[in-house]
T-cell receptor, first 115, second 111 residues
């Protein structure tokens, strides 16, 4: 009964390849996010989707393209992978409470290594 | 823009020691404040939160009080355990709905 799940957990690939990371939440939440955690553990938001619509895009290169086929899924596709893309990517989701301050629930993370 | 500044560590303590991790923030309006914890090899888990001034969040023996006058949300625990070894993140969520994180602090507790 995992709330927010991501696949794969580990991803090792060569520079220049295209890869996708999948995220699914079974919490019935309307808003989903992608965060990037760099090698120094610093976490920064990349994207936010609400009910399949893009809400936040934090100056992320065009090589990164989120796709939300339905409100329970938010996948992250990365084209032409670069060494600097190596990081841990976290998906999160949040309920759409009236005050919009509800807790964000995080997935287990996907460790991407670009060689 | 909104920002969070927290102790970066790393910090090593002995079991049963007192823990304080300082966190201060800059934000417009009235953000919600959070502490998230990341245990080795795992994802982020919410530890506690506070949504308005003077609220105290508490969980697993950890506490933090939302202090608007000092723009702080310091995390404390009276007696740490080996199982508390983790990376701790202070975060705020303002009107834009995105979480802004501090840089995280790695805590190691030795027996």
């Amino acid at each position: 009964d995992t709330a927010v799940s991501q696949t794969p957990k580990y991803l090792v690939t060569q520079m220049g390849n295209d890869k996708s990371i999948k995220c699914e939440q079974n919490l019935g939440h309307d808003t989903m996010y992608w965060y990037k955690q760099d090698s120094k553990k610093f976490l920064k938001i990349m994207f936010s989707y609400n009910n399949k619509e893009l809400i936040i895009n934090e100056t992320v290169p065009n090589r990164f393209s989120p796709k939300s086929p339905d409100k329970a899924h938010l996948n992250l596709h990365i084209n032409s992978l670069e060494l600097g893309d190596s990081a841990v990517y976290f998906c999160a989701s949040r309920g759409d409470g009236r005050l919009k301050t509800d807790t964000q629930y995080f997935g287990p993370g996907t460790r991407l290594t670009v060689l | 823009g909104n920002s969070v500044t927290q102790m970066e560590g790393p910090v090593t303590l002995s079991e049963e020691a007192f823990l304080t991790i300082n966190c201060t923030y800059t934000a417009t309006g009235y953000p919600s404040l959070f502490w998230y914890v990341q245990y080795p090899g795992e994802g982020l888990q919410l530890l506690l939160k506070a949504t308005k001034a003077d609220d105290k969040g508490s969980n697993k023996g950890f506490e933090a009080t939302y202090r608007k006058e000092t723009t702080s949300f310091h995390l404390e625990k009276g007696s740490v355990q080996v199982s508390d070894s983790a990376v701790y993140f202070c975060a705020l969520q303002g009107g834009s709905e995105k979480l802004v994180f501090g840089k995280g602090m790695k805590l190691t507790v030795n027996p």
